[in-house]
């Protein structure tokens, strides 16, 4: 059992070949992948991918970068996909302050008015911060104090172990990407060792961050056995250790159903 819990599956890089990638991560022992929105056209886009294919799951929001052209019939549509069945978090939603693709009061407005509605429909939310740690946490803490329960996972994270506690502390997973194979990884190399694994989810963010050694191919689910290998090393245990744990998180969090790697049902609606 592995879940890898970001993947951009509607994006173009996955359009010819998507029946295949989905069939090696069937061979890599992935049980469930959540397709993440970044707008209004890929939230739909990973909601009809996850009535096609039964190991994969959607999640729906706005990215930072897409902030500033969300509209109000935006949220409201988006409130409508959330009570879909495969829908199971909101997300990626958050502050970029790396590439600043959206103004900053934008990415905020976005950024609390998906949060809300999280809290509002009891959904867990799947949080970008680039270079925003300031800001996330304050956010954060000021909705996770009013919102008991309703709580998400850090994704990608590129923090320290200082904000991975101050995350951990107010209920988030963080969750660790391919950059950790990378060779200059010390800091999230740290993360990976020291929190506890009770409280990690693992992804690839394909197409992007593919792990070392397949650099420069583009990322599929499948090589998230690479991270999963690398955090088991970091933490002197066995990858299955790691991947069993972080399934079991990611079901938690996300509501996940149970499922057996059958690749002859593994398509269909369910
Ligand atoms: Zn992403």
Same mark, same amino acid.
């Given at each position: 059992m592995l879940v890898d819990s970001h993947a951009h599956l509607d994006m173009s890089p996955f359009t010819c070949d998507l029946g295949e990638v989905l069939e090696r991560a069937r061979g890599a022992q992935i049980t469930h992948i959540l397709s993440i929105g970044t707008d209004l056209a890929s939230s739909h886009e990973a909601i009809s991918l996850s009535e096609r294919y039964a190991e994969v799951f959607a999640a729906v929001g706005f990215h930072p970068h897409d902030a500033?052209?969300?509209?109000e019939a935006d949220l409201k549509e988006m409130a409508r996909l959330? !009570?879909? *069945?495969r829908v199971v978090a909101i997300g990626e939603i958050g502050l970029d302050?790396? !590439?600043?693709?959206?103004?900053r009061a934008a990415q905020m407005e976005a950024f609390r008015r998906q949060l809300d509605l999280a809290a509002e429909l009891g959904l867990p939310v799947i949080v970008h911060s680039r270079e925003a740690a300031t800001d996330t946490t304050s956010v954060l803490s000021e909705w996770a104090s009013r919102t008991p329960g309703v709580r998400g996972v850090l994704h990608c994270f590129s923090g320290d172990l200082a904000a991975a506690r101050r995350y951990i502390d107010l209920g988030f997973f963080i969750s660790i990407a391919?950059?950790?194979?990378? *060779? !200059?990884?010390g800091r999230l190399a740290e993360v990976a060792r020291n929190i506890e694994l009770d409280r990690m989810l693992v992804e690839t963010d394909c197409p992007f961050l593919t792990p070392a050694p397949l650099r420069g191919q583009r990322n599929e689910p499948a090589f998230i056995t690479h991270t999963v290998e690398k955090i088991a090393q970091l933490r002197d245990t066995t990858p299955e250790a790691v991947a069993r744990q972080t399934a079991r998180n990611a079901a938690a969090l996300f509501g996940l159903p149970d499922r057996k790697l059958c690749p002859a049902s593994a398509r269909g609606t369910s």
């Open positions: 500033a052209k969300m509209e959330c !009570r879909h *069945p302050y790396y !590439r600043n693709l959206s103004p391919g950059p950790v194979t990378y *060779p !200059r990884s």
